[in-house]
Structure formats: C-alpha cells, structure tokens
C-alpha cells in the first residue's frame, strides 16, 4: 500500500504516517480495537459522511464491544464556526471523554480543520486521526497541521498548528463525491506537479482519462504523490517559515476571483483559473518558456480544469488584488514558475504584466 511518512522532527517529535489505498478506512477497525491511539474513538462527521461511513463504522467497531461516541455536525463551511467548536467540546464533556480517548475526523476539510482544532483544544489536546473522505481532504486539508475554524473577520483566523497521529486516505470514498468536488480537488492535484515535479505533471496529463474515471490505482498513485509533496514542502518548514508559501501557487489571483465572485465559485474552481492566468504571467515576464505554458494548458485542459469562460471585470480583480497586504509600488509577492516543477516566490512581480494578461484573457 502506498504510504507517506511525514517526517516532523522539530521542538518535538510529530511524525505521522499517511496510508493511502482503496478500502483503507477498513484499517480503522483493528487499530481502534488495539487501542493504540487511545481508548474511547470521537467520530466526527457531518450529515453527509454520517451516512455514507460514519453509522457502518460504529456498526462495525460495535461487533468489537467499541462503543463510540458520534458526533454531527451541519455539511459545509458554516460548521468552521467557534459556536460548532464549542458544542462539540461540549458533548465531549458530557460523555465523559478523557485525556485518553482519540477523536477520528472521518470527512472533508470542514470536518478535517473543525476536528483537528476540536482535538488540539480538548484538555489542552487529546489524540486525532483524520479519515479524509473528499479528493482536496486528502491531498491537501488532511497534510500539513493546519486545523482552524473561521471568525467573522476572516477564514480560519481561529486556530492552530495540530498534527495527526495517523491519515487513513481511502480512494474508494471518492466514488461517491460530486463532480465539482473532484475538479475542485484536482486543481490542488496538478497544482503540485506545477510547483515541484515535472514528470508528474506529465504523468497527470498521460492519465487524464484515468484520473477523470477515479481509476483506483492512478489516484491512489495521485493522492500519494501529492501527499510526498506537500509532506516534504511542510516537514522543510512545519510552522510556515518561507518555503511552505510555494503551496500558494495560483492562490493570490485565485482569492481575488473567489471574492469577485462573492464565493459563488468554489476555491478550487478559482484557484484553477488563477493558475492559468500566472503561468501566462510568468511566460509573458520571460520567465517560463512557451513549452512549459503549453504543456501547463494542456495538463489544465485535460483535466477539465478552468475551460469554461470566466464572467469578471479586469480591472475589480485587479482592484481586489491591490487590497491585499502583499502588494506594493506597483508590484506583488507572488509564486511564479520558472519552469513547470519548480516554483519560485517573486518578491517583486510587476502587477501591469498580470492586468495585461487578464485584459487580453477577459
Ligand atoms: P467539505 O468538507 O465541505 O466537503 C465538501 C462536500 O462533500 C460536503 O458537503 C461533504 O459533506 C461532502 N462529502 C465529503 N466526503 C464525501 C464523499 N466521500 N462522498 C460524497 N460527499 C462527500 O469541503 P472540502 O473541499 O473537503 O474542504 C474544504 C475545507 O478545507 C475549507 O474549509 C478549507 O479552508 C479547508 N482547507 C484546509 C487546508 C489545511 O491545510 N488545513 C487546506 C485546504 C483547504
Ligand atoms: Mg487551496
């Protein structure tokens, strides 16, 4: 079975290992039976993995005498809410759990981000599995500590770094996820052959069709490399130092479309087209060859990965983006290619070249 270690040997020892296969979350039963990651499991789901894994596993651990506590929340980004955290920290108390029982996030990033903070937080911080259940779960949300909650003021602005001890990334629980949800997912998936690995990135476009079919063993082949990437980048820089903005690729002119769109478009979605409009950036700069861009648009292509038209205004994105703190006297901090597989953090990336790209794209 492919499986990442994700080494963190900082202050303190927090490696883990991420095990990716199809029918892994069946693992879960006799690691929770041996009670190595604590006593008590707290499953935390949302509506949605309630019924598609969450009662099967607690039918399943219950022919095991494991009796676990269940806990739901609403599916979708609002549940990141302090008033969701304190709830469930809440029913945590009252069902008696301990400093030595183990909460299993068995769900997408909103379950991932809000049951990581719900473990680092509970009694100053008790054991956490993540069981990631959505394509970007897997390749991104569940890698890396990052857990969080959102206040009114900003996306997870309310949070911390927490590590599991242990990812269970199941491919089979793809199946049954949206479109949108794979496309958004795969934005981050080709996002990492851009920033770091070249022949993955040509792999990505030799197996588009098996990727688009959620062929198990390429994605199984997929989701691990992404999780080496992501785990070498942030086992480099575990607290965001420097090196881990390279993630951020695309992003920049991605949040601004996203805020454009007032968040009718999904942060994959825009990600994706902020992808595209970068790497004509970064070609018109001089710094990234007409090969690499073509072979970049064709991986994006492929993939299905922002084709469709895009309905914004140049000159609001660009406004949006001048908002942001990265921008000054007329440039912005940004990721740019150099080539496709190795990202670059340009301290100085003159924003006429990006409006000139946007008048002639939109
Ligand atoms: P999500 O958790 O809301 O899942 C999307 C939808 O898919 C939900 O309705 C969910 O119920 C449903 N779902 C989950 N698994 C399913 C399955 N197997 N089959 C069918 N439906 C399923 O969203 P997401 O895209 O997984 O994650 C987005 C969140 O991740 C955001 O809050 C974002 O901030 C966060 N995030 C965190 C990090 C990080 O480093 N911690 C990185 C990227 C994104
Ligand atoms: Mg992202």
């Known amino acids: 079975m492919p499986r990442v270690d994700v080494a963190l040997k900082g202050e303190f020892d927090n490696s883990y290992e991420i095990l990716v296969e199809d029918g892994v979350m069946d693992n879960l039963i006799p690691d929770l039976c041996s009670r190595k990651f604590g006593r008590t499991p707290v499953v935390i789901c949302d509506e949605n993995t309630r019924e598609l894994f969450g009662l099967s596993l607690i039918e399943k651990l219950a022919l095991e005498n494991i009796d676990p506590l269940l806990l739901t929340v609403p599916a979708g980004e609002k549940s990141k809410s302090l008033d969701v955290f304190g709830s469930l920290l809440e029913a945590m108390l009252e069902a008696g759990i301990t400093r030595q029982d183990v909460v299993v996030a068995l769900g997408g990033g909103v379950v991932g981000d809000l049951s990581g903070y719900v473990a680092g937080s509970y009694m100053r911080g008790i054991n956490f599995i993540q069981v990631p259940t959505t394509l970007l779960s897997q390749v991104d949300s569940a890698v890396g500590g990052k857990v969080a909650v959102n206040i009114s003021g900003g996306k997870n602005y309310c949070g911390m770094f927490y590590q599991p001890k242990r990812v269970y990334s199941d491919i089979s629980a793809l199946s049954t996820l949206p479109e949108r949800e794979i496309l958004s ?6 996002k ?4 770091a690995d070249r022949k993955f990135a040509e ?7 098996k990727i688009l079919s959620l062929d198990k063993e390429v994605m199984s082949a997929v989701v691990a490399r992404c999780c ?4 070498d980048v942030v086992s480099r820089d575990e607290k965001e130092g420097g090196l881990r903005r390279i993630l951020n690729y695309g992003h920049t002119v991605g949040h601004a479309i996203e805020t454009f769109s007032g968040y009718k478009l999904s942060h994959g979605e825009c990600v994706a087209h902020g992808m595209r409009i970068v790497a004509r950036a970064c070609n018109r700069a001089g710094m990234l060859s007409d090969s690499d861009l073509k072979l970049h648009q064709n991986v994006m292509d492929r993939l299905s990965l922002a084709t469709g038209g895009l309905n914004i205004r140049p000159a609001d994105i660009m406004e949006l983006m001048k908002r942001d703190k990265k921008v000054k006297d007329g440039s912005v901090v940004m990721v740019a290619l150099d080539k496709v597989g190795h990202a670059v953090i340009s301290d100085d990336f003159p924003l006429e070249i990006i409006e000139a790209e946007l008048n002639e794209m939109y």
């Open 228 to 231: 080496e990437i992501k785990a």
């Open 185 to 190: 997912g795969l934005g981050e998936v080709v």
């Open 203 to 209: 792999y990505l476009l030799d197996n588009a069709d």
């Open 192 to 195: 990492y052959g851009f920033i």
